[in-house]
Each structure stands twice: as C-alpha cells, then as structure tokens.
Nanobody, 125 residues
Framework: QVQLVESGGGSVQAGGSLRLSCAAS????????MAWFRQAPGEQREGVAC???????MYADSVKGRFTISKDNAQKTLYLQMNSLKPEDTAIYYC???????????????????WGQGTQVTVSS
C-alpha cells in the first residue's frame, strides 16, 4: 500500500509563490509516473502537471510557464513549484501515482491508483 502525504499549501497573495511537496511511503518514483491535480469547490478534479520515469514533465495550459513539477528519487518526494499565482489557482491540490511509466493521457484521474489527502492553496487578489 502506497501512502502519499502532501504539504506546503497555504494562503498567498496574487503574484506570490508556493512549493508543494508529496512524500511517498514506498519508493514509486522510478517506476511510475506521478502527477498533481487540483479541485476547486464545485468543480471537477483537474490535472495540473505530470512527470514520467524519464523526468519528462507535462503541464496543463493554465499553468504552463508558471508551475514546475520535479521529483527527488532519493528523498521519495514529488514537488510542485508554483510561481505567479492567480486567484483562479485556488483549490485543494492532490498528488497521485499512476500504474504507468509515462504520462500519456495524464489528465485523466482514472489513470491513478493512489492519491494523497490534499493540501489547500488559497490565492487572494
């Protein structure tokens, strides 16, 4: 059983930055792609970014150029660096691990078998 624990959320003003972390209980990063999703109140869960086993990142258009996904295999930790935050980035952010090595259609939540509990990000204008 893989456990994922997110941290690093908080409240910031528009234009600010946050770095989210996702720690895994077992070593999954070298074997499977990982992703960040977010869900705002009343909205569907939305894919934010994915990173595959070759460290190739993929991003949603809404965050491209502002967010960076990365991972530290030795620390078993996934990161999401979020810069130039906007009020529309406000959501609960989740990390997830896939059953596949590559991102592919990474924005589909059904492709992920383990999820963290989420961390709240609030961006005020």
């Amino acid at each position: 059983q893989v456990q994922l624990v997110e941290s690093g959320g908080g409240s910031v003003q528009a234009g600010g930055s946050l770095r989210l972390s996702c720690a895994a209980s077992v070593y999954t990063y070298s074997s499977y792609s990982m992703a960040w999703f977010r869900q705002a109140p009343g909205e569907q869960r939305e894919g934010v970014a994915c990173i595959d086993t070759d460290d190739t990142p993929m991003y949603a258009d809404s965050v491209k150029g502002r967010f960076t996904i990365s991972k530290d295999n030795a620390q078993k930790t996934l990161y999401l660096q979020m810069n130039s935050l906007k009020p529309e980035d406000t959501a609960i952010y989740y990390c997830a691990t896939s059953t596949l090595r590559y991102c592919g259609t990474w924005w589909r939540p059904i492709k992920y078998n383990y999820w963290g509990q989420g961390t709240q990000v609030t961006v005020s204008s």
